[in-house]
């Protein structure tokens, strides 16, 4: 057996009676009141998420930005210092080894955040093509990640207003942090990467200014209903960007791994594409149904904001059009659903 | 607000977590406390239709969470003669009351010897106390 390890932040999750499940090799909360509660306070206020499951590799070195622009998807050279991107590392095939965020530290230096399931394949990736003078390391274990995400996210922790996809040091009462406009949930908010042995003071100090404790159950709600794709769900090694709507990360006008392919398919036009899907029948789709029509869920729940069942699917391109109707097999029961444009939730205001 | 952890004397109790209330030749079907628990919030309930048949120790139903899904065993057999039409527009009702409001199916009895072999509350409490 397998033991499974834990963040910095376990024994409070513990005091404050999350219910804890393993998630890629980690014991983490999923829930602490309820779900929806906790989904519902991230879309109208403020939630902070314990995110240190996730992976840190820095790449530095005279040559670091040569690696990292030929093995990542989106183009390195239109990020400045201060300034992160969210991009893809990509196979021969054009497949999603991951997905990730890249910080430009300085010229020299990069800090990819990386899920969690995926950081020792994506350091093994990196550190098998590092190039002299590009030099990676795994630094997961010294930092600890709060997701700080709501639209009183910002105020109630007394930041600076600032461009999303940018980053700053930065201190919350009297805790060192990285504070990076980025999230995984459609809202305003916060990443605050800290070192593992302040994680506690921090997350204290979050709490006190009024962020609710949400598990990963809410996470994962709030990322389907702005359709962000999970790795290994919605996307993975043997699924390619294109399919997936994730051309616009691609920046197909440079050399990167598997680009040839990935030109081939935008050319063709993908045979299949990744559909985010609305319930028109009452049922709550799961990842791994099949859709009658050509196809299966990747991702699928409830939406504790639109009270219905949403999910995405890659299902034939002719069918992925907004408003096709699809019918999902709920477990031997049809049942119809409708495709809508991504995202599925949007704030009327 | 979800109910406070409860198992009434007056219920029968199957091992899979269902609870039946006898009645006569007709018993209402539902799931425990520990039950709704487990799953959390519930957000969808699947009933069978009125006038089917449910079977001892067989799924005649799924509730679901946001996160999972459970087949509902029936503890008794019989035809399904109501659905709690409230709590397919509300599953959280099963959260606040699993032993009132919170009810599932009435059935009317196949047999009403049936009932013997279910757990009452102080067995039902020992089997979870083993878990």
């Known amino acids: ?349 | 607000m979800a109910a406070a952890e409860t198992y009434p004397d007056d219920l029968k109790y199957h091992q899979e977590h269902d609870w039946a209330r006898v009645d006569g030749d007709e018993a209402t079907l539902g799931i425990t406390w520990f039950a709704q628990d487990a799953l959390g919030e519930l957000v969808h309930f699947e009933p069978p239709q009125e006038g089917s048949e449910v079977t001892k120790d067989s799924s005649y139903g799924e509730v679901e969470s946001v996160k999972a899904v459970s087949e509902v065993i029936a503890p008794l057999s019989g035809e399904v003669v109501e659905v709690n039409r409230k709590v397919v527009d509300e599953p959280e009702i099963v959260n606040d009351d699993p032993y009132g409001d919170g009810w599932l199916v009435r059935i009317r009895l196949a047999d009403s010897g049936e009932a013997d072999s279910l757990l009452d509350a102080e067995a039902y409490k020992q089997l979870l106390a083993e878990q």
């Open chain 1, 1 to 349: 057996m397998q033991t499974l390890e834990r963040t910095p932040l376990h024994g409070r999750h513990v005091e404050l009676g999350a219910r804890l499940v393993p998630f890629a090799g980690w014991e983490m909360p999923v829930q602490y009141e309820g779900v929806i509660a906790e989904h519902r306070a991230v879309r109208t206020d403020c939630g902070v998420f314990d995110v240190s499951h996730m992976g840190e590799l820095e790449v530095e070195g005279p040559r670091a930005a040569e690696l990292l622009q030929d093995l990542l998807s989106n183009d390195l050279d239109r990020v400045d210092v201060g300034e992160a991107q969210y991009t893809l590392l990509t196979n021969e095939r054009g497949g999603i080894v991951d997905d990730l965020i890249v910080y430009k530290l300085d010229p020299y230096h990069f800090l990819l955040i990386v899920n969690a399931a995926n950081t020792r394949a994506d350091y093994e990736w990196l550190k098998e093509r590092e190039l002299r003078g590009s030099d990676v390391r795994d630094v997961s274990s010294e930092y600890a990640l709060l997701a700080v995400q709501g639209p009183r996210s910002i105020e109630r922790l007394g930041l600076p207003d600032a461009k999303p996809f940018t980053f700053a040091e930065g201190e919350l009462g009297g805790v060192e942090c990285m504070v990076n406009r980025t999230g995984y949930t459609g809202e305003r908010g916060v990443e605050l990467l800290v070192e593992a042995d302040d994680a506690v003071r921090l997350w204290d100090v979050v709490l006190e200014r009024g962020a609710r404790p949400c598990g990963l159950g809410a996470r994962d709600t709030l990322r389907l209903e702005v359709c962000y794709p999970l790795h290994g769900n919605d996307i993975t090694p043997e699924t390619d960007a294109i399919s997936a709507g994730l051309g616009w990360v691609c920046a197909l006008d440079k050399q990167f791994t598997g680009v040839e392919e990935l030109r081939r398919i935008k050319e063709a036009g993908p045979s299949r594409r990744l559909a985010a899907f609305v319930m028109v029948d009452k049922a709550i789709p799961r990842a791994g149904m099949a859709i009658a029509e050509g196809g299966e869920v990747t991702s699928g729940s409830l939406s504790p904001m639109l009270d219905v069942g949403i999910g995405m699917g890659y299902v034939e391109a002719s069918g992925a059009a907004p408003d096709s109707e699809l019918t999902i097999d709920v477990r031997g029961r049809s049942r119809k659903a409708r495709v809508v444009k991504k995202p599925i939730y949007k704030r009327d205001d």
